[in-house]
């Protein structure tokens, strides 16, 4: 069974540009979260889609904005890019199976913003 | 709001040795507790789930055990190989959350041959 994918792996981006990253789950899990890994502030929660309605959302400014789409694969926008976006974002996907709730993280994209 | 913290933030141990790393959590209204590894700029492999209903879980060389009313997990590492040299890190899944995770700050381990 495949894991989580995460694309792209790395990405260079430039002050005030826009970036989109992309998250596919385990088959069969509907639930996406995102996260935001620095080494400042750690792993922070971004917000959390499930059957393509966002569910849950941290902290972050309205830059920071998400989508899912029908088939549970999510994306996730950052506009007018700032050198504190700079960080790991890595996604999740989780599934529930006789009442456990697991997570299953992705290798990650890192960005760079210059 | 669930805060969560992981003592130590370091560690650095001889091989074979048994050691314990701690998190503790503010609200025990937690679903369950989840201990994830993470190499150096790699993502998080998840090692243990214990539902709140729980006290531990075991997995080979680890166990983790919950105390929900002390606000407690720990993460026992049995006779530690150099392998097993990453960053540790515990994330609390609260009740009426969703999936969302509140995550200590982690604690780097270092297993020296």
């Known amino acids: 069974k495949a894991g989580v994918t995460q694309t792209p792996r790395y990405l260079i981006k430039t002050r005030g540009q826009q970036v989109t990253l992309s998250c596919s789950p385990i088959?069969?899990?509907?639930?996406v979260s995102w996260y935001q890994q620095t080494p400042g502030q750690g792993l922070q929660f971004l917000f959390e889609y499930f059957s393509e309605t966002q569910r849950n959302k941290g902290n972050f400014p309205g830059r920071f904005s998400g989508r899912q789409f029908s088939n549970s694969r999510s994306e996730m926008n950052v506009s007018t890019l700032e050198l504190g976006d700079s960080a790991l974002y890595l996604c999740?996907?989780?599934?529930?199976?006789?009442?456990?709730?697991?997570?299953?993280f992705g290798q990650g994209t890192r960005l760079t913003v210059v | 709001k669930q805060e969560v913290t992981q003592i130590p933030a370091a560690l650095s141990v001889p091989e074979g040795e048994n050691l314990v790393l701690n998190c503790s959590f503010t609200?025990?209204?937690?679903?369950?507790l989840q201990w994830f590894r993470q190499d150096p700029g790699k993502g998080l492999t998840s090692l243990l789930l214990?539902?709140?209903?729980?006290r531990e879980q075991t997995s080979g060389r680890l166990n983790a055990s919950l105390d929900k009313s002390s606000g407690r997990s720990t993460l026992y590492i049995a006779a530690s190989q150099p392998g097993d040299s990453a960053t540790y890190l515990c994330?609390?899944?609260?009740?009426?959350?969703?999936?969302?995770?509140?995550f200590g700050g982690g604690t780097r381990l270092m297993v020296k041959p």
């Open positions: 999740a996907s989780s599934f529930t199976h006789q009442g456990d709730t697991e997570a299953f």
């Open positions: 609200d025990s209204a937690i679903y369950n």
């Open positions: 088959s069969g899990h509907r639930s």
């Open positions: 994330a609390a899944r609260s009740d009426n959350a969703g999936n969302m995770l509140t």
């Open positions: 214990i539902q709140s209903s729980q």
